[in-house]
């Protein structure tokens, strides 16, 4: 039996329980699952509540996957990369930190036949998870990268951490103008701003940059509710392949359950269960 939790603040409408769930019962492991909502502040005392419970290792969410750094006995060499933990395993009361977005999101386009390396990439938004995909694309060797962002300083941040790597980089601001500029030239065009989530209020001004996207280009939604925006619908009736963010949720999950488990699987197959599973 293998005790395993998510920790965040909001937490309740985590589809990590059922996601998880769903994995560890395609690969066979009896597990407990339990959401648990740690408020900012409150990792030392869920820390010790872990520990206490013998609970195995645990999935980080908002606001706490940096907070969670000084805590860690040690992390890997990707979660040293983005300074940020999503995944926590828990050995002897010692505390070893990953970050499995990136390779989440590189085995998410995998399956739809796209890649980093050598694509010029496209990501509108600078937040948190823009951080690590650029990260990523630059590390695997991405041709170019350009973030577009409404505050046109973090995009500029994103873009001057990335200054040791052998990707040109580019910044700018959130016009549709600019947006449709830099996407004539884009491999892959990532959504990874709120923009079309339910719930939330704002929806791109117009789509019209999707007219100036090469017919090869890859179109990318982190959004994953609904299952299908009005940025992934239009592009997709313009002929683009299309992904929403289930996909990237999914396999960041699995590689999460490598580490829980201290094994490797065939998470192609793994996913094909989950998705069955879950019915999506
Ligand atoms: P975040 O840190 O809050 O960043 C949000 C970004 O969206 C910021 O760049 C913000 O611009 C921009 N934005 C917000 N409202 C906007 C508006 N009305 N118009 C234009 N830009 C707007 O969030 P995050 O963690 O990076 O997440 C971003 C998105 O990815 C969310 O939709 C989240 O659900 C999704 N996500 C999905 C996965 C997955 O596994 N599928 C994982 C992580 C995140 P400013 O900088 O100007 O505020």
């Known amino acids: 039996m293998i005790k395993l939790a998510v920790i965040g603040d909001p937490i309740g ?25 740690v408020q900012k502040g409150g990792l030392a005392e869920y820390i010790e509540y872990a ?17 969670i750094l000084p805590y860690l006995a040690e992390m890997d060499e990707e979660a040293e990369r983005f300074k940020s ?5 828990v050995t002897d009361g010692a505390l070893y930190g990953h970050n499995t977005d990136g390779v989440g999101y590189r ?20 937040g948190g998870v823009v951080r690590t995909l650029a990260l990523a694309a630059a590390v695997d ?33 959130f016009s549709s103008d600019l947006i449709a500029e830099k996407s004539a030239n884009a491999d892959i065009l990532i959504n990874a701003t709120p923009l079309g989530m339910s719930g939330c209020e704002g929806q791109f001004e117009d789509f019209g940059f999707l007219d100036s996207l090469p017919k090869r ?16 619908e239009y592009a997709r009736l313009r002929g683009y392949k ?19 488990l201290n094994k490797k699987f065939d998470k192609h197959k793994i996913y094909d269960a ?3 599973s879950l019915k999506i």
């Open 13 to 37: 409408h985590s589809l990590s329980p059922a996601v998880h769930g769903a994995a560890l019962e395609a690969l066979g492991v009896e597990y407990e699952y339990e959401r648990v909502r």
């Open 51 to 67: 520990r206490r419970t013998k609970t195995d290792g645990f999935n980080l969410t908002m606001p706490h996957k940096v907070d």
């Open 85 to 89: 933990v999503n995944t926590v395993c």
């Open 107 to 126: 085995l998410a386009i995998e399956r739809c036949g796209y890649s980093f390396g050598g694509s010029k990439v496209v990501i509108l938004g600078a």
């Open 141 to 173: 060797g991405a041709a170019g990268i350009c973030i577009l962002n409404r505050t046109e300083d973090k995009a500029k941040q994103i873009c001057d951490s990335l200054a040791g790597y052998d990707t040109l980089t580019e910044y700018g601001g």
């Open 217 to 232: 280009a890859f179109v990318s939604d982190l959004i994953y509710n609904p299952s299908e925006t009005k940025f992934l």
């Open 242 to 260: 299309t992904q929403n963010g289930l996909a990237m949720l999914i396999y960041q999950a699995l590689a999460a359950d490598e580490y829980y």
């Open 274 to 276: 989950v998705i069955e």
